[in-house]
C-alpha cells in the first residue's frame, strides 16, 4: 500500500501559488476511460457537486464501462457552456487527482472557471481563462465512497470564441493521475469529447 502523492502535493500547490481551496478527491484499480456523456453527475453513490448538473458530461469511465459521449455545443461565439467531468466508476474510493483539461484549438473556445465539488477540500486550476486548464483536487476526509459511481471532480465552463469544432481532451498526469484511497493509480483511457460552435 503507497500512501497517497497528491495530498502533499496539492497541498504545497494551494499555499504556494495562490489557487482556490474548495473541494477534494481520490483514485485507482480498474481499467478507466475518459469520455463525455449526457447524464448529470450523479450516481448511486453520489458526491454533492459545486454547482447543479448541467446537459453535457465528459465523463471518466471506471473499469469495463465504455460510456459514450454526446457532443458539446454553444449557438453562437460569445455563448459559454458548463462541462461536468464525471469519473463514471470509484471500486476502491479516490484520494485525489491530477488532469489536464484543453481544447485542442484555442481559436475555437476557452476554459474561463472552474469549480469542484464539496468534497474537493483542496484544489486548484490556476492560469485561466486559457485553452486548457491543469486541475488537482484530494479528497482528505474520504467522502468519496468506495463502490462510487458517477463521482464529479471538476466543472469547467467554457466560452465559445468562433464558429467551429473542437475536442475537449482530458488527460491523467502521469505519476499522479486519478488515485484510490491507498494512492494507485486508476488505469484512465483519454476518450475526446467534441465541442461544436454555431450550426
Known amino acids: 500500500m503507497r500512501v497517497p502523492v497528491l495530498v502533499a502535493v496539492t497541498a504545497l500547490l494551494v499555499l504556494t501559488a495562490g489557487c482556490s481551496t474548495p473541494s477534494t478527491p481520490g483514485l485507482e484499480t480498474p481499467a478507466t476511460t475518459i469520455a463525455p456523456a449526457t447524464s448529470p453527475a450523479s450516481g448511486a453513490n453520489p458526491v454533492p457537486a459545486a454547482t447543479s448538473a448541467p446537459t453535457h458530461v465528459p465523463t471518466l469511465p471506471g473499469a469495463s464501462i465504455p460510456l459514450g459521449a454526446d457532443p458539446v455545443r454553444i449557438a453562437s461565439a460569445g455563448g459559454t457552456e458548463e462541462v461536468p467531468i464525471v469519473l463514471a466508476s470509484a471500486p476502491n474510493g479516490l484520494s485525489g487527482y491530477s ?29 485561466l481563462p486559457s485553452d486548457r486548464a ?55 483511457v483519454p476518450v475526446p469529447v467534441s465541442l461544436t460552435v454555431g450550426a
Do not use: C, H, M
Not at 484543453?102 to 486548484?124: H, K
Not at 491543469?134 to 465552463?157: F, H, K, M, Y
Open 99 to 127: 488532469i489536464t483539461v484543453a481544447l485542442d484549438d484555442p481559436s475555437i473556445a476557452e476554459i474561463t472557471a472552474v469549480s469542484f465539488p464539496d468534497w474537493a477540500q483542496l484544489s486548484s486550476s490556476p492560469g
Open 134 to 188: 491543469n486541475l488537482r483536487a484530494v479528497d482528505i476526509t474520504s467522502q468519496v465512497p468506495v463502490n462510487g459511481e458517477n463521482v464529479l471532480l471538476a466543472t469547467i465552463s467554457v466560452r465559445a470564441k468562433a464558429a467551429g469544432t473542437t475536442n475537449v481532451s482530458i488527460t491523467p498526469e502521469e505519476g499522479l493521475g486519478v488515485q484510490d484511497r491507498e494512492g494507485d493509480i486508476y488505469p484512465v
